[in-house]
């Protein structure tokens, strides 16, 4: 178990790098903190935009032209998320197991105390790779993209290989019928994962016109009714950008649904080491460049963009909702991902 304290802020972590447990404590008559001064607990890093799948829907738009991250860069990087107490890392691209030096990165973030996790297209998994996942990784969340051939490869080369597997699904208005069928009738590929995990769809990327936010709708409710109702052999997850989803639509225990920690409690950066609250703001802000002179923490305590999604958060957007205090406005990027019926 790792355990921070943070006697000025009132408040105290617990993470168990085996499990993936994690719990912030708060002190007796203390509220829930809001942000971490000190640096984010996990950090979204996508070390490649390279993919050779190039699928329409990819919201990073990668192809086979994508840049890898140097990993003279990634190891600058990990000692500083280091030094800021980061607990784990969650890589991306791009397919980042296709990143040349990809072992090297896992192995150099399991050396800095960090646990490093990855989520997968389900190609280039080779035995290698596959052993190194199994070393020294969290977890690995698989894709889960139509005909489903190499998720259903993917996600028993894994489990072969005894590593923990989520199952990560893209929920939009055309999808969810699927993800309905799922949740009532798992298929037989789904056995032995841990997680099923849902992911609103953003509306960015290549070709976004040929799909659909999911936006109110009977499917849309069915889908949070069987999502949170199901009794499925696995765990079922959302992402943040769901969470307003959620409210107002089903019964579900406040303790257990976070809100969007971009900018609060996690970052994201890019290949080419620009920083960003959130992935999904790559491409419609300029980001800050770690340098020499700009450290992580640096943009982590001074970045006007960081800033500026913290003001979000606790504004007055929503109004008298609720569900403010577990919800915090929702999306600060897409207006169109808060589905509460607030707005």
Not at 42 to 55: E, Q, R, V, Y
Not at 80 to 86: C, F, I, P, R, S
Not at 247 to 262: E, H, I, M, P, Y
Request: charged letters at 20%; hydrophobic letters at 35%; one cysteine or more.
């Amino acid at each position: 178990m790792k355990i921070q304290r943070f006697k000025d802020l009132g408040y105290t972590t617990i993470f168990n790098p085996k499990t993936g447990f994690f719990a912030r404590v708060e002190d007796s008559g203390q509220p829930e903190p809001f942000w971490a001064p000190h640096g984010p607990e996990l950090m979204d890093i996508a070390i490649t935009n390279w993919c050779d799948k190039g699928c329409a829907f990819c919201y990073r738009s990668s192809d086979k032209s994508g840049y890898h991250m140097a990993v003279s860069d990634y190891e600058k990087l990990i000692e500083q998320a280091a030094d800021m107490g980061v607990y784990q890392v969650a890589l991306g691209g791009g397919n980042p197991n296709q990143h040349p030096q990809f072992i090297d990165i896992l192995r150099i973030t399991h050396e800095a105390g960090i646990v490093p996790n990855y989520t997968t297209n389900g190609r280039g998994l080779t035995f290698p790779i596959l052993q190194a996942s199994s070393k020294y990784c969290g977890a690995v969340a698989v894709s889960a993209y139509k005909p489903y051939d190499e998720t259903t490869h993917a996600i028993e080369s894994l489990l072969k290989a005894d590593v923990k597997v989520n199952v990560h699904f893209v929920v939009d208005a055309v999808s969810v019928e699927t993800a309905i069928r799922w949740l009532e009738q798992p298929p037989s590929f789904l056995s032995g994962i841990n997680a099923l995990v849902f992911l609103n769809y953003k509306p960015m990327g290549r070709k976004i016109f040929e799909r659909k936010l999911l936006r109110n709708s009977e499917l849309q409710q069915r889908f949070f009714e069987v999502a949170t109702s199901s009794s499925t052999p696995f765990k079922i997850g959302f992402d943040a950008c769901c969470v307003s989803g959620l409210f107002g639509r089903v019964n579900v225990n406040s303790s257990s649904v976070d809100a969007c920690d971009a900018a609060r409690f996690s970052l994201f950066v890019a290949e080419d080491m620009r920083v960003y609250p959130c992935s999904f703001q790559r491409g419609l802000h300029a980001g800050e460049q770690i340098t020499d002179a700009t450290s992580l923490k640096d943009i982590w305590l001074n970045s006007d963009n960081f800033d500026q999604f913290r003001k979000y958060f606790s504004s007055d957007t929503c109004g008298g909702c609720l569900h403010k205090a577990n919800c915090k406005n929702g999306c600060p990027i897409f207006e169109d991902l808060v589905v509460c019926g607030q707005r």
